[in-house]
T-cell receptor, first 111, second 113 residues
Framework: EDKVVQSPLSLVVHEGDTVTLNCSYEVTNFRSLLWYKQEKKAPTFLFML????IEKKSGRLSSILDKKELFSILNITATQTGDSAVYLC???????????FGKGTLLTVNP | DADVTQTPRNRITKTGKRIMLECSQTKGHDRMYWYRQDPGLGLQLIYY???????NKGEISDGYSVSRQAQAKFSLSLESAIPNQTALYFCATSETGLNNEQFFGPGTRLTVL
């Protein structure tokens, strides 16, 4: 059975801090790892990672994948209150391309 | 206009009632999915469909059924709703291919009393 584990489950920081969110996985026939941000609505796509060691970057957010150690990290630098959300990690694998989601990390950024 | 729409957005119903949640998309994607989200449990896959003639069970299909009426429409039914089906339900779509970013609808909040 495919498994995705995110840590920590929740995190409280102050504006300006840097945070690192973790995602480890066990999946047969790995295809890609995706990060989503969920505020009080539908998840919105952040990154898709398919290759080890290649950093994806968008503004203050960046992510990297390690296919040997089976994990990914999502970094957010200079956090802002608008970064407060649940961050979901999902992995695509197996023969049918469906996504398996982790439980998410709840990030709270206080002013 | 939103690419993936869900109706209704909120629904309160009683135990034993039949409920249908509907999803429509204008993205032209072949693949559609239904998830439920409970606090602290992430997104769990209920059913998915890779084209109009294809329906597959996900992790938690018991108590649910689906219908893919057209490429753009995928509905989820609860034949006899029970309180532990109270949750937030999301529809999602993706392109066909090896790496599939999924696009989510706005969600339906269902409460079963």
């Amino acid at each position: 059975e495919d498994k995705v584990v995110q840590s920590p489950l929740s995190l409280v920081v102050h504006e300006g801090d840097t945070v690192t969110l973790n995602c480890s996985y066990e999946v047969t026939n790995f295809r890609s790892l995706l990060w989503y941000k969920q505020e009080k609505k539908a998840p919105t796509f952040l990154f898709m990672l398919t290759s080890s060691g290649i950093e994806k970057k968008s503004g203050r957010l960046s992510s990297i994948l390690d296919k040997k150690e089976l994990f990914s990290i999502l970094n957010i630098t200079a956090t802002q209150t608008g970064d407060s959300a649940v961050y979901l990690c999902a992995v695509s694998g197996g023969s049918n391309y469906k996504l398996t989601f982790g439980k998410g990390t709840l990030l709270t950024v206080n002013p | 206009d939103a690419d993936v729409t869900q109706t209704p957005r909120n629904r309160i119903t009683k135990t034993g009632k039949r409920i249908m949640l509907e999803c429509s998309q204008t993205k032209g994607h072949d693949r559609m999915y239904w998830y439920r989200q409970d606090p602290g449990l992430g997104l769990q896959l209920i059913y998915y469909s890779f084209d109009v003639k294809d329906i597959n069970k996900g992790e938690i299909s018991d108590g649910y059924s689906v219908s893919r009426q057209a490429q753009a429409k995928f509905s989820l039914s609860l034949e006899s709703a029970i309180p532990n089906q109270t949750a937030l339900y999301f529809c999602a779509t993706s392109e066909t291919g090896l790496n599939n970013e999924q696009f989510f609808g706005p969600g339906t909040r269902l409460t079963v009393l």
